[in-house]
């Protein structure tokens, strides 16, 4: 299994580390790719199934499983009907091969009585990959808690005391959104010249519901440059239908508004300036998400990352906190909560 058909096929079966590229071509009987089957000449077949749809494993009885990529499975319930079908011969097991985000899946999985946990680095496979693409990933993850994550498979629990949490996010994810009523694209500049150079651009797109809600639909941030970044905007903003681009004023001032009128000259811009810390301003926005107000519409795993390192005490991730910045100015505008900035040239 895995997260789609297409994931079944083309990187299970077929990929360069797939099952016909390790199994000796005598041993293969046939392969019917329309199906996702592979039967052996013993009489061993393999069925691939898409995460997608948990009831197609109602019914099916299998002897051993691979579940591939489990932490970006839509649908956890996936999991839990693999297993019931988990029951033939004398001891039916199932390996897992998955980035390791915290999800409460992959934690619920990892203290299972009787779990064996391997893990292997990005770097343990230097012979197969290429010299220039392990080099980059060096130089823009190394030290970080993505990084962590991604290139070192560390399974990262929660920074104690943050404001948010990976598994009060994933408690409210959800696939799709309803109709919004206002739909906002807020920007965190940084100054960053781009080509990777400095903080990124926070840009994250947000809307409040007919529902009431509020919804996170899109984290467009960039390390572009102001041109860049500021066409990114108007792109999100097209791409949305959004009502307003809400921009932070303090770094660049009128510059802000400078390189968003060239990239669109009718853009609604309303500039905020920050009069308060970082943290002073996420805690009302926090506190939405301890109410079940926040759904985010997908993943947005670097913007995560932020949020749950974001403390009482300050930020305690790498860099800036440049997403979560740009969340916090989106869902503050949208609850209307004037008494966290103050506003200036609002257009």
């Not at 960039?222 to 681009?245: E, F, I």
């Not at 770094?251 to 308060?276: C, H, I, N, Q, Y």
Request: hydrophobic share 40%; charged share 25%; net charge negative.
């Amino acid at each position: 299994m895995a997260p789609t058909i297409q994931d079944v096929r083309n990187t299970c079966i077929e990929g360069e580390s797939g099952l016909l590229s390790v199994l000796p071509k005598a041993c293969v009987e046939t392969y019917n790719r329309s199906l996702g089957e592979l039967i052996l000449w013993n009489g061993t077949k393999f069925q691939g199934f898409p995460a997608t749809e948990p009831d197609r494993l109602r019914g099916p009885q299998h002897h051993r499983a691979w579940a591939d990529e489990l932490a970006a499975w839509s649908d956890p319930d996936t999991w839990d009907q693999l297993t019931f079908g988990l029951r033939l011969g004398n001891q039916p097991q199932v390996v897992a091969t998955t980035t390791p985000k915290p999800t409460p899946l992959i934690r619920r999985i990892a203290k299972t009585p009787g779990a064996m946990i391997t893990r292997g680095s990005t770097f343990d496979n230097a012979d197969n990959l290429a010299a220039s693409a392990l080099a980059q990933l060096r130089d823009r993850y190394e030290g970080t808690r993505l990084g962590r994550q991604e290139l070192y498979a560390e399974l990262l629990e929660d920074v104690q005391g943050a404001l948010w949490t990976t598994a009060a996010i994933e408690e409210l994810r959800v696939r799709g959104a309803p109709d919004m009523k206002r739909i906002v694209v807020a920007v965190d500049p940084s100054g960053t010249s781009g080509g990777g150079a400095g903080d990124d651009v926070g840009i994250v797109v947000a809307g409040r519901g007919v529902d009431g809600r509020f919804y996170v639909l899109e984290d467009a941030s960039c390390n572009l440059s102001p041109d860049g970044w500021a066409r990114r905007t108007k792109t999100a903003y097209d791409r949305w239908s959004a009502d307003r681009v809400v921009a932070e004023r303090n770094f660049g001032g009128a510059m802000v508004e400078s390189v968003l009128r060239t990239a669109a000259k009718d853009l609604p811009v309303k500039l905020v300036t920050a009069s308060r810390g970082k943290v002073a301003r996420a805690e009302p926005v926090a506190a939405l998400y301890e109410q079940g107000k926040v759904s985010h519409v997908g993943e947005f795993s670097e913007l995560e990352d932020q949020m749950c390192a974001m403390t009482p005490g300050g930020y305690v991730g790498e860099g800036s906190p440049d997403r979560a910045d740009a969340l916090v100015w989106a869902l503050t505008e949208l609850q209307g909560s004037g008494y966290i900035y103050n506003l200036e040239g609002a257009l």
